[in-house]
């Protein structure tokens, strides 16, 4: 490719509104241009770069038996509603004939409408499908370049099972291929667990590339690799002896301390004997959770626990109608017989600990489960924090990281195939319901991911498989004519040798060929002049050091073939 005839300015200026640092380098090295909030033009080496990426996972898939199809955008009215509202992030609209149609979205529920009349027995499974193509969603968020695009490049991966045993094989596959993916790319990820069953079993992971300008926080334990995204991460917190007589229950009048802090050192106790309790309007009732006063309730937990679709604070007014205080003096001792009353697993076992009296200015001291207040529902509904120990070890203790969401492994189960009535003639007769795996890899995500993670001051850093082309060949005082016999000769024998070579054959000057060079990011940079054409030899530089070397064209086809592939 001559860079000459290449569409697709850089530009010398950090664009204004460019938030991250993937954001400002792909416009500034002309990998895009914004059309719109969230809406992009791939220009023609982003396109060389996602074509890569899609190659990398096709690859991988079609290594274990995965078969590539293609799903319309498209989706008719009756599927519309999986797997979510029909305005659930989707676009929708109408045809002319009125019809209501949705614009992308996952395809789980359109694979299994078409599976409906490809399946009849367990004979006809397991089944493995994957496609890669442009998908659409209506992001709130806007601002962060490819990492919030409305319309975006995206791997599926969706299993036909038989029954959970073949799902979970088919999830390892799926996981196996991706994360081979991820590591090929040189991405510093973690698979972290993003949705718990109600036997505590994940069901869901994210694949969270390591970015501090990403929009998912997340815990970590370094000791046995344990990672989850913050909203069900889970952690243990430090135990200390308990008193071994039961006191008396009293209210202690603490004028405006509603602070754990001040509360503790007012009363003479530690942090952890306080409680906190937040009053919650979820749907049609009132919930209030209980946590140890050293932590913060987790309202996504609370509501995945309830299966709730609306979870708020309760306004001060409905606060004083049940309680009868103002905000920050709730307790679980004397609250009206309608509230739900849940409690962190890490308050069960104290003795004598404290907790709002439901009265203004004042707290009960010396309150115990059983005797005071009935026994509530325990689970986990605590943040977990960095500094906590680890719920999966004993050597560690959690971490905090934010990270790009990049794709996730879902298993579905029957609810998919529920949806269109997906089933299939067991074995022993009868029909059964058809288990769903989707697994799935934002490549757009992915890219910009990539170049968080491998910038410098100076541009991008591409790392060999998903860079646009291989070497950069920048040829300089070409106004020289046997120096550009030169540089056309070399282009011409690294195209022999099958080398995916950027020829800068520009009138332009030394310093913006370089400058142009270390922005896009090309792995290999080979420079000829009229200095080395003298010398018969070519600098040689990777993008990833900061020192070259003057090697013959020999020498540099050994150099290029080893780092390249």
């Known amino acids: 490719m001559r860079q000459s005839r290449h569409f697709g300015l850089t530009l010398k200026d950090d664009p204004r509104d460019a938030r991250t640092a993937a954001h400002r380098l792909l416009l500034r090295a002309g990998y895009v241009r914004q059309i719109a909030p969230g ?116 791997a599926e991966a969706f299993s036909l099972d038989a029954g959970e045993e073949g799902l979970k094989a088919s999830h390892r596959a799926a996981n196996a291929a991706f994360q081979a993916v991820l590591k090929c790319l040189e991405l510093d990820y973690r698979c972290a667990e993003a949705e718990l069953g109600s036997g505590g079993e994940c069901t869901q992971h994210a694949f969270v590339a390591v970015a501090e300008s990403g929009d998912e926080a997340l815990v970590a334990c370094d000791a046995c690799g344990y990672s989850a995204l913050s909203r069900v991460g889970q952690s243990r917190l430090e135990t200390f002896p308990q008193d071994a007589e039961i006191k008396p229950m009293e209210a202690v009048c603490g004028p405006g301390l509603v602070g754990v802090g001040p509360l503790a050192e007012f009363i003479g106790i530690p942090v952890w004997k306080t409680t906190k309790t937040l009053l919650f309007a979820a749907d049609e009732g009132i919930v209030a959770v209980m946590v140890r006063g050293d932590c913060d309730v987790d309202e996504d937990k609370v509501k995945a626990f309830l299966g709730c679709r609306e979870l708020a604070l309760a306004d001060p007014r409905v606060i004083m109608e049940l309680t009868g205080a103002e905000v920050g003096y709730a307790g679980g001792v004397g609250l009206p017989a309608g509230v739900t009353v849940l409690a962190d697993h890490f308050t069960r076992e104290r003795v004598n600990f404290e907790c709002g009296a439901n009265r203004t200015d004042y707290h009960n001291i010396n309150v115990n489960w059983g005797r005071d207040l009935p026994l509530p529902t325990f689970g986990d509904f605590k943040t977990a924090r960095a500094g906590d120990l680890c719920a999966r070890c004993d050597q560690g203790r959690l971490r905090e990281m934010r990270g790009i969401a990049v794709g996730g492994l879902v298993r579905l189960r029957t609810s998919a195939a529920a949806t269109v009535g997906l089933t299939f003639q067991g074995a022993s007769g009868g029909p059964q319901p058809v288990h769903m795996g989707a697994f799935r890899l934002n490549l757009s995500r992915l890219s910009a991911a990539v170049v968080e993670q491998h910038h410098d001051e100076s541009g991008i850093r591409w790392p060999v498989p998903a860079a646009p082309f291989h070497v950069h060949l920048v040829a300089l005082n070409l106004e020289d004519a046997a120096v550009r016999a030169a540089a056309e000769e070399t282009y011409r024998r690294l195209l022999e040798e099958k080398v995916e070579v950027l020829f800068d054959d520009r009138d332009a000057r030394a310093g913006e060929k370089f400058s142009d060079s270390d922005l896009i990011g090309i792995p290999v940079r080979l420079t000829i002049s009229k200095r080395t054409f003298r010398e018969g030899r070519l600098e040689l530089k990777l993008r990833a050091s900061s020192s070259s070397e003057s090697v013959t064209v020999e020498k540099a086809l050994k150099t290029i073939h080893a780092a390249c592939g």
């Open 39 to 154: 809406v992009h033009a791939h220009m023609p080496f982003m396109r060389r770069v996602l074509d890569r990426i899609a190659g990398l996972v096709a690859a991988e898939l079609d290594a274990n038996s995965w078969e590539q199809l293609r799903l319309p955008n498209l989706r008719p009215e009756d599927l519309l509603g999986y797997p979510g509202p029909p305005d659930g992030g989707n676009f929708v609209l109408k045809d002319r004939r009125g019809n209501l149609l949705g614009l992308g979205g996952g395809g789980e529920a359109v694979l299994a409408h078409i599976a409906k009349k490809e399946i009849r027995s367990h004979k006809d499974l397991p089944r493995r499908i994957f496609q890669v193509g442009i998908r659409f969603s209506d992001e709130a968020r806007t601002r962060r370049g490819m990492v919030d695009e409305r319309e975006f490049l995206l």
